[in-house]
């Protein structure tokens, strides 16, 4: 489901001074689109990067004098200040329709694995995968259910139930996460030198008589 923001056309002033009054620079662009400047509202931006991923559709709604657009679109990339981490610009991508985009889409692993039960440790090998699909045919996350994993098995990019509607890029034979064995306590031992040699050496020094004058 797409998220909603509501932004207005970018106001004259310079990027500093909308900062300074709480308001976050943004554009909006993409193939046959002409580029639109707009400004956020911070705690907006803020709020909305706490639930969006690259991969959540937002429905963007950009008021200006006397109309108002909508558009779909992604965030594409956010921009943060060095010192302060707080947002300075944002990036929106308005695809065009009907054609396909890549994506960097996340796995989310589900339940509680045999194999981690029985002391085993779980490995997260890939935790997103590359993929080309319609807008329309994203979704946020690909769900991957861990529960009968065993110690020693993996789960693998064919294993996964991936939509017919995307393609994905990484190799099927690629380990996606996997249960490994519990590692062996090292149990240390003294070595026959250590435990022969001390005693031998203190029971010298116990014979040894003082010498007469």
């Not at 706490?50 to 594409?76: C, R």
């Not at 590359?130 to 065993?150: A, F, G, H, R, Y």
Request: charged share 35%; no cysteine.
């Amino acid at each position: 489901m797409a998220l909603k923001l509501e932004t207005t056309i970018r106001e004259k002033d310079k990027a500093k001074r909308l900062l300074k009054r709480k308001l976050v620079p943004g554009i909006v662009y993409g193939p046959g689109h002409e580029n639109v400047e707009v400004q956020i509202p911070e705690r907006e931006i803020v709020s909305m990067l706490y639930k969006a991923k690259e991969t959540t559709p937002i429905h963007l709604v950009i008021k200006g004098k006397s109309n108002e657009v909508e558009k779909d679109v992604f965030i594409k990339s956010v921009q943060l200040h060095k010192l302060t981490d707080k947002i300075i610009h944002v990036d929106f991508y308005e695809p065009e329709p009907g054609k396909v985009m890549h994506f960097k889409v996340p796995l989310k692993f589900v339940g509680e694995p045999v194999g981690v039960k029985a002391g085993g440790t779980f490995e997260e090998i890939i935790r997103e995968l590359e993929v080309e699909v319609l807008p329309k045919n994203l979704i946020e996350e690909i769900v991957v259910d861990t529960s009968n994993l065993q110690v020693g098995e993996a789960i693998r990019i064919s294993d996964i139930d991936i939509p017919e509607t995307m393609k994905v890029f990484e190799d099927p034979d690629e380990v996606v996460v996997a249960i490994k064995a519990p590692r062996a306590e090292e149990v240390v031992t003294p070595s026959v030198e250590e435990e022969e040699v001390e005693p031998e050496a203190i029971k010298e020094k116990s014979e040894e008589k003082p010498k007469e004058e």
